[in-house]
T-cell receptor, first 114, second 112 residues
Framework: DTAVSQTPKYLVTQMGNDKSIKCEQN?????MYWYKQDSKKFLKIMFS???????INETVPNRFSPKSPDKAHLNLHINSLELGDSAVYFC?????????????FGQGTRLTVV | LAKTTQPISMDSYEGQEVNITCSHNNIATNDYITWYQQFPSQGPRFIIQ???TKVTNEVASLFIPADRKSSTLSLPRVSLSDTAVYYCLVGDPGNQGGKLIFGQGTELSVKP
């Protein structure tokens, strides 16, 4: 069983479209995250949720809206996609908020905006 | 949050021991040192974490000198499958809101 799973794995879309990426973890963790990895391989945190509550929003444009229907799911919705949104997006989870340094990552969603 | 500096790339051969050093001069008292491994087209994977001296697990060893301003990840007898990017992170697990700060990482290439 995959611990942290994201769908889709690849996403190609046109500028201006709205898209969603789904994430689920079956580890029973309390905390979930979204990270963005750009073309230079730098990984930056975007959001973290703890028990469905938003904890971190790292100055991400409000076109990006995370939603956590329950603590096992954290979805990412992106409105009005721009070329600069092209990147690999990783979902991750950790057992608790204070154990964020030991996170489990999904396989990533490669988003290409054309 | 303490900044880390590590070599951009390293080359090695199968069977060798690889040591990747990370500098973190501004490490704070409550900070831990954590290493992640990332294979191409996969998410990062936690390898090891330590606070001081030496930590060893089935994958690697982590050496931290007394001043904690640097750390060394040691991979014994590497194989081709150890080719990956290795990230060194420094932070207080209990006080950083759970976020990881990734640097540029070290791209390790293992050759036959």
């Amino acid at each position: 069983d995959t611990a942290v799973s994201q769908t889709p794995k690849y996403l190609v879309t046109q500028m201006g479209n709205d898209k969603s990426i789904k994430c689920e973890q079956n580890l029973g963790h309390d905390t979930m995250y979204w990270y963005k990895q750009d073309s230079k391989k730098f990984l930056k945190i975007m959001f973290s949720y703890n028990n469905k509550e938003l904890i971190i929003n790292e100055t991400v444009p409000n076109r990006f809206s995370p939603k956590s229907p329950d603590k096992a799911h954290l979805n990412l919705h992106i409105n009005s996609l721009e070329l600069g949104d092209s990147a690999v997006y990783f979902c991750a989870s950790s057992q608790t908020l204070t154990q964020g340094t030991e996170a489990f990552f999904g396989q990533g969603t490669r988003l290409t905006v054309v | 949050l303490a900044k880390t500096t590590q070599p951009i790339s390293m080359d090695s051969y199968e069977g060798q021991e690889v040591n990747i050093t990370c500098s973190h001069n501004n490490i704070a008292t409550n900070d831990y040192i954590t290493w992640y491994q990332q294979f191409p087209s996969q998410g990062p994977r936690f390898i090891i974490q330590g606070y001081k001296t030496k930590v060893t697990n089935e994958v690697a060893s982590l050496f931290i000198p007394a001043d904690r301003k640097s750390s060394t990840l040691s991979l014994p007898r590497v194989s081709l499958s150890d080719t990956a990017v290795y990230y060194c992170l420094v932070g207080d697990p209990g006080n950083q809101g759970g976020k990881l700060i990734f640097g540029q990482g070290t791209e390790l290439s293992v050759k036959p």
